[in-house]
């Protein structure tokens, strides 16, 4: 797990590989003379311009995440019927991948694509000029949870394919409920109130913009 207390070189490293991070660019038209850190932080919390609405990405990835684990628990309230089963896990699939499903009760967005987007965004913001040690503290926490979101939703992919692919509902309801898991913990996460490597969600994600946002004195 990661651990800041002794990680000023790993904590820089990170920063490093989240700044070249390809999932969303930077806006060009930014004006010049603008903190740079600070407008990557709104893209992360107030106003990106891709998502439905053209919420903050975290905000994005919070909606989805909510979708995702109302469907989940949908799913898992009935390990009998491989039916209800299928269906809301495709709800689910929704959710966290668009692509993946042609319909669904998520935005379109993805929390996996809106999570990616955190990621690179607070790297970017880490990595503009003039980027505060507060800044670049909390940089790393969030990008830590918010991968932790993109990478839990890679796992109920995975995990979704084997209900798709069950022939009864005992081979669908173990992976149901696993499902059911991981999406508590991309909203939740899953180490009490910690943002380290495995334990952060969205929530972690959320509570260190915050104090990122007080630092600044936004």
Do not use: C
């Amino acid at each position: 797990m990661l651990r800041f207390s002794f990680s000023a070189g790993l904590s820089l490293a990170l920063l490093g590989m989240l700044a070249f991070l390809p999932a969303v660019a930077p806006t060009p038209a930014l004006a010049q003379g603008k903190n740079m850190a600070h407008a990557h932080m709104g893209h992360v919390t107030k106003s990106w311009k891709d998502t439905p609405g053209a919420v903050g990405l975290l905000t994005a990835a919070e909606e989805e995440a909510a979708i995702a684990a109302q469907h989940a628990g949908f799913a898992a309230s009935k390990l009998d019927d491989l039916g209800w089963m299928k269906m809301h896990t495709r709800h689910v699939r929704h959710a966290i991948d668009p692509s993946t499903e042609s319909g669904g009760p998520g935005k379109g967005y993805g929390l996996i694509k809106a999570a990616k987007g955190v990621v690179a965004h607070i790297g970017f913001a880490a990595g503009s000029p003039g980027a505060s040690a507060n800044v670049k503290l909390h940089a790393v926490h969030v990008a830590t949870a918010a991968q932790d979101a993109v990478d839990w939703g890679e796992q109920i992919l995975a995990l979704s394919d084997k209900v798709l692919a069950a022939n009864t509902a005992a081979e669908a309801a173990g992976p149901v409920q696993e499902i059911r898991t991981l999406t508590r913990q991309i909203v939740e996460g899953a180490g009490g109130k910690s943002w380290k490597k495995g334990e952060g969600g969205l929530a972690q994600a959320r509570q260190h913009m915050g104090f990122m946002a007080k630092g600044e004195g936004m």
